[in-house]
Nanobody
Framework: QVQLVESGGGLVQPGGSLRLSCEASINAFSIYVMAWYRQGPDKERELVAD???????NYADSVKGRFTISRDNAKNTVYLQMNSLRPEDTAVYYCNAHRPPFFEYWGQGTRVTVSS
């Protein structure tokens, strides 16, 4: 059974940093597109960043220059390093694994709260 388990969320002050991790129990992890999404209060779920098997990355404009996505295929893990956090980054962050056209999996989410 496929599982994506996120960790690393919590409460942080504005300007602070957090590192999210997502460990995936997936065969052939390295060929999956791995992504982080988030859903803030009363907002739609949105793509934060993704990383392809070759290592190319894509970021939402709102997080460019502050967040970095990376992956360790040997550990079946994807990370999201979040720096210079802002109150508007407050959301539940979800890990996503996608292997077109048929396979897509979601984690249960980890909450990030940015507040003083």
């Amino acid at each position: 059974q496929v599982q994506l388990v996120e960790s690393g969320g919590g409460l942080v002050q504005p300007g602070g940093s957090l590192r999210l991790s997502c460990e995936a129990s997936i065969n052939a992890f390295s060929i999956y597109v791995m992504a982080w999404y988030r859903q803030g209060p009363d907002k739609e779920r949105e793509l934060v960043a993704d990383i392809r098997s070759g290592g190319s990355t894509n970021y939402a404009d709102s997080v460019k220059g502050r967040f970095t996505i990376s992956r360790d295929n040997a550990k079946n893990t994807v990370y999201l390093q979040m720096n210079s956090l802002r109150p508007e980054d407050t959301a539940v962050y979800y890990c996503n694994a996608h292997r077109p056209p048929f396979f897509e999996y979601w984690g249960q989410g980890t909450r990030v709260t940015v507040s003083s």
